[in-house]
């Protein structure tokens, strides 16, 4: 019984340390680097997007898009540092000498690099509202759609949570961060761009009755989506375990 109090204990302690050296505080770690870079994505989609966009920001369900690339965008910058920065400061060994289980070590650099997405993408959409409010203040608060509000409590945290298991995964065996980096940019491009073919290619009923269901229900949508997410997660931090091998990590 005393073993999950443990686990849990030592996933927050890896996720402290992971915390503590994230850009917001380290500085010069990955693309968006110190409090200044995290300023500068705030800026841009908490304020310069919104107001470019007027009150359609609010209104069209389509910024669900920009919600679910803006975790990807920052989960990417920090989570090529999981491993492959460790080993490039010599501290890897180290941590795996710790009494740290291999799944709290693990778990834990996921969690920090998905909080982190997760919480500066809620702070950038709750800006954007005020944002928005007050640049088109009419004596009417503007909201959100509910949909929105879904897809941030579900989507946003699950699309974090997957672009963090995928770069623990390919941080894994990356030999350094750029390396990480690119390989995590290509997989990113491919998934992007490789929906966005799909859906093209697909023939125009096909398309019609997808659009059709999406406008009919989306929150459904919505839902169904996260589930598959849900399922991803589930499926690439398995993947990630198994290749979570502490002698070859150290023997790399």
């Known amino acids: 019984m005393s073993e999950r109090p443990g686990f849990a204990r030592d ?18 770690r990955g693309l968006v680097k110190g409090p200044l870079g995290i300023l500068i994505v705030i800026g841009v989609f908490g304020v310069m997007l919104p107001l470019q966009a007027g009150r359609a920001w609010v209104d069209s369900p389509m910024a669900l898009l920009v919600w679910g690339w803006v975790p990807i965008l920052l989960v990417s910058n920090v989570v090529a540092q999981a491993f492959a920065g460790e080993r490039e400061r010599h501290t890897l060994e180290t941590l795996l000498a710790t009494r740290l289980s291999d799944r709290a070590i693990l778990v834990g650099k996921v969690a920090a690099s998905a ?21 088109h203040w009419d004596g009417r608060l503007l909201l959100y759609s509910p949909l929105t509000w879904v897809g941030a409590g579900i989507l946003v945290p699950l699309v974090a949570l997957l672009a963090a298991n995928l770069g623990v995964l390919v941080s894994l065996r990356a ?78």
């Open 11 to 28: 996933v927050l302690t890896v996720l402290w340390k992971e915390w503590k050296e994230l850009p917001l505080n380290a500085g010069d």
């Open 115 to 135: 909080l982190y997405g997760w919480s500066v993408t809620i702070i950038c959409l709750l800006l954007g509202l005020v944002s928005i409010n007050v640049a």
């Open 175 to 252: 030999g350094t961060v750029r390396q990480a980096q690119q390989t995590l940019g290509i997989v990113s491009m491919v998934i992007v761009f490789g929906l966005g073919y799909g859906v093209q290619v697909l023939p125009p009923s096909v398309r019609q009755v997808l659009a059709s269901a999406v406008a009919g229900s989306a929150t459904t949508v919505v839902v169904a989506a996260g589930a598959l997410m849900a399922v991803a997660n589930v499926l690439v931090l398995l993947i990630a375990m198994a290749r979570f091998q502490r002698t070859r990590l150290i023997l790399d």
